[in-house]
């Protein structure tokens, strides 16, 4: 019986997880700049214009989001002078609470409050960072976090 129901969990587990998506799915979010929520959309995920992208994702009530903010900034710098794109998404969370915590970066983010596309990355936690290739597939990906940007440039290949 034991047996059957472990054997059942892990075929149900692997099927879950073959049915990610290896790349990520375009999804247009609302842009946020300033103090103000704009109405144009912005493309996150699918094909970038550079060989590699990063998408990073955080919420308003993560801790570890909110120790991670200034080393998500220092990376976004130094990739953005490298010609890399990075995408900072902030949602699931109270649009108050979102656009209230996007005022901490030094770039315009994305914002994702019903948290929908989180759930159409099938992230599994946040912080998130999805580093995609030109076709916007996914080449390197990771919940959590490391405080230096190089240690989290060694870990996501970028």
């Not at 979010?29 to 992208?53: F, I, P």
């Not at 960072?129 to 440039?153: C, D, L, P, W």
């Amino acid at each position: 019986m034991n047996r059957t129901l472990i054997a059942l969990l892990i075929v149900g587990l692997l099927g879950w997880l073959i049915s990610l998506p290896s790349d990520l799915p375009q999804a247009y979010l609302d842009q946020y700049k300033g103090a103000r929520l704009t109405q144009e959309g912005v493309s996150v995920g699918g094909a970038c214009e550079s060989d590699k992208c990063l998408v990073v994702y955080v919420a308003p009530w993560c801790p570890a989001c909110k120790s991670l903010t200034p080393m998500i900034n220092d990376l976004s710098a130094e990739l953005d002078k490298e010609g890399i794109k990075a995408s900072i998404v902030i949602g699931k969370d109270s649009m108050d609470n979102v656009l209230d915590y996007s005022k901490r970066f030094n770039q315009k983010v994305l914002i994702d409050s019903s948290g929908r596309y989180f759930n159409e990355i099938g992230a599994k936690g946040v912080p998130y960072f999805a580093v995609t290739n030109q076709s916007g597939k996914r080449i390197e990906e990771m919940s959590g976090g490391y405080r230096e940007v190089r240690h989290m440039r060694e870990q996501l290949g970028i």
